[in-house]
């Protein structure tokens, strides 16, 4: 298949590519993007890349499509703990505090590798915990890994490595951190491999943060060697949702060539090692006059914020754009999303207590129980008596075959219990009582 296309085809295929995945293929990428729609027309079964361009124009892709186009126009070069001072910068100055801290208040962590190619980025930041936290056993360590390319995820999932991956690996953690499969091989440790759990994710198109696809609540975020790629419109409109996804005092790490005051004007720079990382400020160092940016609209760029001022008014818990007096719904939504599952739980009874006959309100309390790992059988029996005096479609009764289903659902989305929160706390916790009593 000849890989030459007509400069205008590219220039309009080039402008999908930006709108439907974020990537950004200037002029002089061209010529990279006429070899990933050659090989992406190949698996799709085109004769030419005209052919396979004109469909794209006519056709509103699936998610398998976008997928198929991903794994052909997307880059994967990364290996073992790339650019090791972010590591060191983590294990150093961030974990130790950090870990003192939810030694008090749960002993939980949680961590996102978005973009996370084949997999080398988000084990070694299992590694890291791993080394951080010698009593890994009593600690909820949970990391997220998400990707567009569904290649790159089947080997990340496989977790076996050849050596070209391992040229950044310190001294000693190949020994204690793999084992070998063959003569050119390793395979990561089982340890390590449960704390990590992988998942298909657009930055373009999906929504987050989220509680359905765990994006919520983040304390780390490595977001490396992604943004570069991106249109600046898609940059603003990921950096504001990562910031989001974010809880107060989270950190977000971007490589060195990414780092640019002007598309993170909502977080605090700060010079870790020698790293520059990002800060979501806690609420009494934000200033009240600037709110959160929607979900709707991309942050602008603006100027660095610089210190809060001293004598300015801070914002209350939860924030400006979830304030205490909001809708009780929209209030669930932001606590939950920062990791506030109690208070979210009490603020869904509230909004029920309003209207009982809301789905979507039961759909998001059944969620929080599920991400709280509560039990189940209070539920089940709630949903058998429910059963005797509603209608099999009532919200009420779709939300506890919501919740009686939820190890059905967790396990058609790949997100088992086991991967993403195997604490022994999680059993022991109550159950989550009925939401209307």
Known sequence: ?????????????????????????????????????????????????????????????????????????????????????????????????LVAKRSREGRTFRFWSAGCCTGEEAYSLAITCARALPDLKSWNVSILATDINPKFLAKAEAGVYGAWSFRGVPGGLRERFFSPVSDKNLAIAPAVRKLVRFGHLNLAEDVYPSLHNHTNAMDVIFCRNVLMYLTPDHQRRVVAALHRCLVDGGWLVVSPAEGNDLLFPMFSAESIGGVLLYRRNPPATRV???????????????????????????????????????????????????????????????????????????????????????????????????????????????????????????????????????????????SCPSPTG
């Open 1 to 97: 298949m000849n890989a030459t296309l007509d400069r205008a085809l590219l220039d309009e295929v080039s402008g999908f590519i930006a709108e439907r995945m974020g990537l950004h293929f200037p002029e002089e990428r061209w010529p990279d993007l006429a070899r990933g729609l050659k090989t992406a027309g190949e698996e799709l079964g085109f004769e030419s890349p005209d052919a396979c361009v004109r469909w794209l124009r006519t056709r509103k892709l699936t998610t398998r499509q976008i997928e198929t186009l991903a794994s052909h126009l997307t880059v994967g070069e990364t290996y073992f703990f790339r650019d090791p001072a972010s590591f060191e910068a983590l294990e150093r100055e961030i974990l130790p505090p």
């Open 288 to 430: 009240a006059s600037r709110p959160e940016p929607s979900p709707s609209a991309p942050a602008r760029a603006g100027p660095p914020s610089g210190p809060a001022r001293t004598g300015a008014p801070t914002l209350p818990r939860p924030p400006t754009f979830a304030s205490p007096g909001a809708n009780p719904l929209t209030l669930a939504r932001t606590q939950a999303n920062q990791g506030r599952l109690e208070e979210a739980l009490a603020a869904c009874r509230n909004a029920l207590a309003a209207e009982r006959t809301n789905p979507t309100a039961y759909f998001l309390y059944a969620t929080i129980c599920d991400e709280l790992g509560r039990p189940r059988k209070r539920s089940k029996r709630w949903a058998r008596s429910s059963t005797s005096t509603r209608t099999s479609s009532s919200p009420t009764t779709r939300w506890a075959v919501s919740t009686g289903r939820s190890a059905g659902r967790r396990s058609q989305c790949a997100t088992s219990r086991s991967r993403w929160s195997s604490s022994p706390r999680e059993a022991r916790r109550s």
